[in-house]
């Protein structure tokens, strides 16, 4: 039985796709770099974030990328806000009425993921939010630990194969949904337990 989620959020609750190839694509433009397309972005698409600007020999210190990303951020999201994606509160409720508890972990600015949750409604489900990671598998097995959950009891829930990769180091089952940054193909083959199409899919796994 499922008792604790840990979640990702960009491309799992949140829908904030264009606004952050946007963004990058502004980096891009500052630091010399050719733009890559909306499609080109998604199939490069890696985590921890830094690995993706290697690809592309960006020159960056993460602390710079961080400054960079979160002004540029500012002006783009206004123009392309966040949305969560269609039913998630609903899912997010059911969970949260059948006693589960959830944690989000996630790359996204801590102050985004706040400004989100008020924007959207989705104040007082989550036990606790920790942003601003670069990588997962620092903290997955750290938050499994602080918060007494048992690793056979705990999912982690993400959108990419670093997820699956940092959710299995922590001894937790492991998730990725389709409907994120990173598509089906890659997905597969980082063996997840779970591959997840739909929020009803979602809700089977969780509360099943």
Known sequence: MIRN????????IVD???AVHKTTMLLFKEMGVKEISLAEFKKEWEQPYMLFYNKYNIQIRREEEQAMFRSLYKS???????????????????FKKSG???IVVSSSLVENIEEEIERFGLQGLFNEINGDIHDKAEIIHETIERNNFNPEETIFIGDTTHEVEAGRKANAL???????????DKLKSSNPDFIIHDLKELESVVLN
Do not use: H
């Not at 989620?5 to 799992?12: A, E, P, Q, R, Y």
């Not at 783009?76 to 059911?94: G, I």
């Open 100 to 102: 589960v508890n959830m």
């Open 76 to 94: 783009v999201s206004s123009e392309c806000p966040s949305k969560p994606y269609s039913s998630v509160k609903d899912t997010l409720e059911r």
């Open 5 to 12: 989620i840990i979640f990702d959020w960009s491309g799992v």
């Open 16 to 18: 904030d796709l264009v």
């Open 174 to 184: 492991t998730a990725t949904v389709t409907w994120g940054y990173q598509g089906e």
